[in-house]
């Protein structure tokens, strides 16, 4: 099971840091991603690390400005979001898939949190 927490209201420029905590399994044996989708648009890619791997992937919207990272100790999972822009307001997604590997493709994940309501005030 996955579980968002972290978002809320922010100005433009600002930072949020979002957390997926992870029961069950560790997350340290899944690839882990963060995906984002706006009112009226498509879920998309954000940010993924997979099982094992020290890099990252990055949408190239993002990059730069969000990081992913991993607490193996708390078992939860990170988006630092700096920099943030009117554009990335959004419901945040994270997801996983056992001994994954970071992938853009939302296909390529099977668990699911609820999900995280990010938003940037201009």
């Known amino acids: 099971q996955l579980v968002e927490s972290g978002g809320g209201l922010v100005q433009a420029g600002g930072s949020l840091r979002l957390s997926c905590a992870g029961s069950?399994?560790?997350?340290?044996?899944?690839?882990v991603a963060w995906f984002r989708q706006a009112s009226g648009k498509e879920r998309e890619f954000v940010a993924a690390?997979?099982?094992?791997?020290?890099?990252?992937v990055y949408a190239d919207s993002v990059k730069g400005r969000f990081t992913i990272s991993r607490n193996n100790a708390a078992n939860t999972v990170y988006l630092q979001m700096n920099s943030l822009r009117p554009e990335d307001t959004a419901v945040y997604y994270c997801?996983?898939?056992?001994?994954?590997?970071?992938?853009?493709?939302?296909?390529?994940?099977?668990?699911w949190g609820q999900g995280t309501q990010a938003t940037v005030a201009s």
């Open positions: 690390n997979g099982h094992g791997d020290p890099g990252a």
């Open positions: 069950g399994r560790p997350l340290s044996l899944y690839a």
């Open positions: 997801a996983a898939k056992f001994l994954g590997s970071a992938v853009r493709d939302a296909r390529g994940y099977t668990n």
